[in-house]
C-alpha cells in the first residue's frame, strides 16, 4: 500500500468549498492557521511571528490546542465521515505521538517545541485497520519544572517528522501557494536545496514559506521519497498529484 501523508493550511482548512472537494478527493484515494489568528483576536492579544514560526504565550497555546485538536481537527473528522472515509482525530499528545523539547532561537518564541521523537506506532495501527488518522500538530514535552504540558509546534515541521517515521512514499503540503515561486512570481516545478537557500538569501522566499522549504529539505536528507508543495485547485488536480500524473505544484528533491 501506497504511504501518503497530506498536511492541509491556509483557507483550504476553513473555505468550505475547498474543504467539501478536498475530503472528496481523500476519499477517492485508496485506503490509507487562519482559524487561530481569528480566536487570538477574542484574547485581544496580537499573534507575532518570528521566521514563520508563531510565539506562543501560555493563553494563546490554549487556544492554539482548542482551535487545531478540537474545531478543525474534529470538523475535518466529521466531513471525511459523511464521505464514507473511515477518519479518526488525534494530535501529537496522543500516545504521545510528538515528543518535544522547548525550541531555542535568537529569541523566546514560549511554548513552540521542536520534535526530539516520533511515535508512529498509533497511526500505523489505525492505518493497518483501516482508518485515515487526522492529526494535530499539538504536542507534548516538559516544560521547565519538568511537568508534561502541551507545546505548538510548526504544522509543516510535525507533519514531515511524522512522514519520515512512516517511511511515506510521498509527503504533500497544501496551503494557499501554488508552489515554491521565483522573483517572478512563477511556480518553480523542481527545486534542490542549494537553490532554495540562495533563493531565502535574496528575499525570494520568505515568511512561512521558509520553514517550509528547510524543513522539507531535512526529511529528503532523512530519507524521505517525494515532497510536493502545492495550492489547492480541485479534487481532480490533486488526485493526479498524488497518482504522478501530473505535477501543478514544486517537487523539492
Same mark, same amino acid.
Given at each position: 500500500? %501506497? @504511504? +501518503?501523508?497530506? *498536511? !492541509?493550511?491556509?483557507? &483550504? ?102 520534535? %526530539? @521523537? +516520533?511515535?508512529? *506506532? !498509533?497511526?500505523?495501527? &489505525? ?127
Amino acid at each position: 500500500m %501506497k @504511504k +501518503v501523508v497530506v *498536511k !492541509i493550511g491556509g483557507s &483550504l482548512a476553513i473555505d468550505e468549498a475547498k474543504l467539501a472537494d478536498f475530503v472528496a478527493a481523500v476519499s477517492k484515494l485508496p485506503a490509507s492557521g487562519k482559524d487561530i489568528n481569528e480566536n487570538i483576536s477574542l484574547l485581544r492579544e496580537q499573534p507575532t511571528f518570528i521566521d514563520g514560526l508563531r510565539v506562543t504565550t501560555p493563553s494563546i497555546m490554549k487556544m492554539v490546542e482548542m482551535t487545531l485538536s478540537g474545531h478543525v481537527n474534529k470538523k475535518l473528522v466529521r466531513m471525511l465521515l459523511e464521505n464514507n472515509c473511515n477518519a479518526v482525530g488525534l494530535s501529537g499528545v496522543d500516545a504521545k505521538l510528538f515528543e518535544v523539547v522547548k525550541k531555542q532561537g535568537k529569541v523566546d518564541l514560549g511554548l513552540v517545541g521542536e520534535v %526530539k @521523537k +516520533v511515535n508512529p *506506532k !498509533i497511526v500505523e495501527t &489505525l492505518w493497518s485497520a483501516g482508518f485515515v488518522p487526522v492529526v494535530s500538530p499539538i504536542s507534548i514535552g516538559p516544560d521547565e519544572n519538568g511537568k508534561a504540558v502541551s507545546w505548538n509546534v510548526n504544522a509543516d515541521t510535525a507533519a514531515s517528522e511524522l512522514a519520515v517515521a512512516l517511511h511515506a512514499d510521498q509527503f504533500v503540503l497544501v496551503s494557499d501557494v501554488p508552489g515554491v515561486m521565483d522573483d517572478t512570481k512563477t511556480v518553480i516545478p523542481e527545486l534542490t536545496e542549494d537553490a532554495s537557500e540562495a533563493l531565502i538569501e535574496k528575499g525570494v522566499i520568505s515568511g512561512g514559506m521558509i520553514p517550509k522549504v528547510r524543513e522539507s529539505f531535512k526529511s529528503i536528507s532523512r530519507g524521505l521519497k517525494s515532497i510536493h508543495i502545492v495550492g489547492w485547485k480541485d479534487a481532480d488536480h490533486f488526485v493526479k498529484q498524488i497518482n504522478g500524473e501530473l505535477n501543478y505544484g514544486t517537487i523539492l528533491g
